[in-house]
């Protein structure tokens, strides 16, 4: 299975654009270049997720996946993390979850941390029966609440 995984972190401008990839193609600048149109004033953390087959996702279904580095979730200052999904569905070309990072803090426990590469895994369902539901952690935590339209 192959992952993209990708952040680019916003201070009112790009001040840092980040890209954690493992494999060569990319959606980051179109989702970039969506999420600059409609939400130009949004200030945080950005990470974007290619929509994942059943065929090339760990659980077997549909899902995105997201990598938050721990320093974002423990930041002493909250952030606003924006998760920008690729689409698979009718509508936008893609979708907008925006988290705080109390949020994760809150939750850590109940989600993938890795310790030793410092991050928290976030595997979104994009099935329709559990849409938005984190499909590794053990507690199946709800995202949908911070579904932005």
């Known amino acids: 299975m192959s992952l993209i995984v990708e952040k680019v972190e916003l201070t009112g401008k790009i001040k840092d654009i980040h890209l954690y990839r493992m494999e060569n193609k990319t959606i980051r600048k179109e989702a970039f270049n969506w999420f600059n149109s409609k939400f130009q004033n949004e200030v945080g953390e950005i990470y974007t997720s290619k929509f994942y087959t059943p065929q090339e996702s760990w659980s077997n279904s549909r899902v995105w996946f997201f990598q938050i580095p721990l320093e974002v979730v ?3 200052v909250a952030k606003k993390i924006h998760l920008i999904c ?31 590469e410092k991050v928290v895994r976030i595997y979104l369902s994009a099935e329709a029966v559990n849409m ?9 935590i709800d995202f949908k609440e911070f579904l932005i339209t």
Do not use: M, P, T, W
């Open 74 to 76: 423990y930041a002493k």
């Open 86 to 116: 690729k689409n698979h569905l009718a509508g936008e070309k893609f979708i907008y979850l925006k988290v705080s990072s109390l949020f994760f803090l809150k939750n850590l426990n109940s989600l993938d941390v890795d310790q030793k």
């Open 132 to 140: 938005f539901k984190e499909v590794r952690g053990k507690d199946k």
